[in-house]
């Protein structure tokens, strides 16, 4: 099984996704809970003044509080990686590809069939370890809608994503 898959096609830059190293990206998702909590948009501002006013009126009250030890914050961060089943969101590596502005369709290349999506309106979540495990047998990643719809049954055998 191969681990690197392309995004090729009518793209500006043909790129390779690497899912053994994202582990380590920021942008990963629990997949877990991602699909359980709905997606709102927040004004940043907004909850940026929220959360510091609740700290302010926390500290003025009760004292100021010290965090965790860094030592205790890598050890949960640690075990929740060994356990955890993680995704990463597609969009991100497709704007790096840069479809060319007659690109209308995202193509999922599998081993069996392939599957056509809208480029501009589908938001896919590629998963990329399943209990702290990467997916050996059927992936190297497995397609999720970003609604979680197929999350029962994802789209599996990814051998690349094709822009056309």
């Known amino acids: 099984m191969e681990t690197i898959i392309p995004i090729k096609g ?3 830059f043909s790129i390779t996704l690497d899912p053994g190293v994202w582990i380590f990206d920021d942008r990963k998702v629990d997949l877990t809970t991602y699909f359980r909590s709905k997606e709102e948009k927040v004004d940043e501002l907004e909850e940026y003044t929220k959360s510091v006013s609740r700290h ?5 009250q009760e004292g100021a509080t010290y965090p965790p030890t860094l030592k205790t914050e890598k050890k949960y961060e640690k075990e ?8 990463i969101p597609l969009q991100p590596f497709l704007r790096n590809a840069e479809p060319l502005s007659d690109a209308k369709a995202l193509i999922v290349e599998t081993e069996e069939n392939e599957i056509s999506f809208n480029l501009a309106e589908e938001s896919l979540i590629l998963g990329f370890s399943k ?23 994802p789209i599996t055998n990814v051998k690349a994503f094709r822009i056309e």
Do not use: A, M, Q
Request: hydrophobic letters at 25%; proline letters at 5%.
């Open 131 to 153: 209990e702290g495990k990467p997916l050996r047998e059927n992936g190297p990643v497995h397609v999720y809608f970003g609604d979680g719809s197929n999350k029962e049954n």
């Open 10 to 12: 009518k793209v500006k």
């Open 80 to 87: 929740k990686i060994l356990t955890g089943s993680f995704g």
């Open 56 to 60: 302010w009126s926390r500290e003025i």
